[in-house]
């Protein structure tokens, strides 16, 4: 029993209480009258003589009735409520949270926070058995996307191997998408019967997650605090928060790792930090982290200079032990200082000669700087595609032909755009006036650099986007790039971690060729393409992201902190390696084209610094570690009828005292 509002109830018992029995120990004050004889009146003359304003204490009932009273309403203004078990509900959802801070030991030697949840929950699974009844739960867990372990099932055993075969990640928790999935569970697992069922979401973790408003709506939510005891300080940890490297411009043989170090304490740490080349130590250094003050985590920017003259991995290590091991090493490939290679694929019988529009783009790319550009017809391309001879680093552009099959690597068409998901286009083109308006997003990274104000096309291949994804993994990410009255003439598609950027109008139909914004799209656009979109310029993932690989076989095992096979999609020689949930460096098999090596940091500071909040706050609400929102049964209503109650009785006995 717990009181929500304790100061109410307490101020008005003092205040109302002692007035209750200041009214039975004060004497009542008569009026004096002159009669003519007491005689019938035997108590009188003895009261009368007592002059004290003050009478005994003494037993009544009306007393009790009155007391009971007044504190049953001091009592309801307290707001007295009740906690139910964790376990509570018709049906129990039990949600783990498996994010990097969850493989933190908060004690040395102990158990990690995952470990100690998965315990909490066999005492749930327990709980739900008992009393002759055998509720149902479901397991799910979630990092960085949520996954059903177990559907809806009373059987403990099954329950309890859902719970040992969750595993730890290094990702970060999107707790918003595990309680709508969660939710989602909920309603397909309900038969119609069962529609006035509860249930109860019962989170695991060590509350470093949110959640907004609509994931939260409809849902009982229970939070089990997994992490150090109230009021002790979180473990002790320093973890590698931020990690880039670059060549130098003037020796690309010279790498710079710029790196960034925090700390959970304020106080001034030092720890030392080595970086290796490729497996091989190449300097070591003690660091000092210092607090900027107004409640900031010591933290420390380094800078270390290596020889790295080919492909190589940099890694930075904190050597010194703490509560999470994780995020002590971080690593990032580091590619062959070269520029990444274009290759242009033309219509067969077609060269730069016959062909005015073809020239000026050879011309454009070869003005670029350190740009090395290819040519070749479509022929030839078909017969490197067959012979797996396409890299996956180049980008190739497709001057009036359509990418088929699609390379492995990014690609840009004109005039012939390639068959994607999510995109339809007519089979012939539609006449555009020389007048025409085109839209294109201005602070776009492709075409922020551009003016296309004196752009003139004379036809172009109508098209509509009929499916897109954010996340660009089963569907396309579509953006349009330039949007004309008709629909869209120049797009960006991101789909399974490739760039491909799609026209469709052929450059011999537009003056664009012999505009100044061709040439500085093209260098916008290449290298825009050069990188994954993933990696970037840091040479590193995050956990959970996905890869895409190029394969000589039909599959290919990776080996690193978890054994992944890539599998590859029908005559494609591309496919996708991932999710990648924990960190370190995974490496390809000598067959693999690219990539050699995958590099997944924590790189964190929400999970390096370990947070565990005492309450959890969701959609502006905050639940206490072991509580949840609608478990807390006021019980004050009931109070104030009981009182009601009293009060009829205490207006009874007054009416028989009166009439006797």
Known sequence: MIFLQPWHGAIAAALVVPAVLLL??????????????????????????????????????MLLLHLL???????????????GAAGDGDRVVLLFDVSASMDAKDEPGGPTRLERAKMRAGEIIDGLSRGGTHRAAAVLAFGASPEIVESFT?????????????????????????????????????????????????????????????????????????????????????????????????????????????????????????????????????????????????????????????????????????ALAGDNVASALVTSPRTPPLLVVHRDGVTPASDASLWLLTEALAELPGAEVGIIDQTEYAQRA???????????????????????????GFGAPPSLPGLRVADEPAALSDR?????????????????????????????????SEDGVNTPRWTELLLGPAGPLMLLCEWQGVKRVVTTFDLASSNWPMLPAFAIFLADVSAAMGDDGQRGERGWLHPGAFVPVTLSQPTAAFTGPASLTAVRRGNDRGAILGPLRRAGVYLAPRDVAAPHAVAVNIASASESLLESPTALRVSGHE???GTSLSELREHWPRLLQIAALLLMLEWVVFARGVRV
Not at 69 to 83: H, Q, Y
Not at 241 to 267: H, K, Q, W, Y
Not at 388 to 412: K, N, Y
Request: proline share 7%.
């Open 24 to 61: 039975y120990v004060l004497r009542l004050r008569r009026r004096p009258l002159r009669v003519s004889s007491s005689l019938f009146w035997p108590t009188a003359p003895s009261d009368a003589q007592v002059n004290e304003p003050f009478k005994r204490l003494h037993f009544s009932w």
């Open 69 to 83: 009273i007044v504190l049953l309403l001091c009592a309801a203004l307290a707001r007295p409520a009740s906690r």
């Open 154 to 322: 009373a059987s403990a055993p099954a329950l309890r191997a859902a719970v040992d075969r969750i595993t730890q990640t290094d990702e970060a928790g999107d707790f918003s998408s595990a309680l709508r999935m969660a939710r989602a569970l909920v309603a397909s697992s309900f038969e119609e019967a069962d529609e006035t069922a509860s249930v109860r979401v019962v989170l695991l973790s060590d509350g470093g997650v949110a959640a907004d408003t609509d994931s939260l709506a409809g849902v009982d939510l229970r939070f089990e605090r997994i992490a150090s005891p109230l009021g002790s300080p979180a473990p002790a940890n320093i973890g590698i928060t931020g990690l880039g490297s670059r060549r130098d411009s003037a020796d690309p043989a010279i790498v710079r790792v710029f790196c960034e170090i925090l700390a959970n304490t304020f106080e001034t740490t030092e720890v030392p930090v080595s970086v290796a080349v490729s497996g091989q130590v190449a300097g070591r250094r003690l660091v000092t982290l210092l607090s900027e003050g107004d409640g900031q985590p010591a933290r420390a920017a380094i800078t270390f200079e290596v020889s790295a003259p080919t492909e190589a991995i940099i890694t930075v290590a904190i050597e010194s032990a703490d």
């Open 386 to 412: 067959a012979r797996g001879l396409l890299r996956a680093d180049s980008t190739v552009i497709f001057h009036g032909v359509r990418a088929d099959p699609l390379p492995p690597g990014p690609s840009i």
């Open 436 to 468: 025409t308006s085109f839209f294109w997003p201005r602070r776009h990274p492709l075409m922020r650099n551009i003016s296309l104000d004196a752009l003139i096309v004379a036809s172009a291949l109508p098209a509509e986007v009929t499916a897109s």
């Open 623 to 625: 639940i206490e570690g």
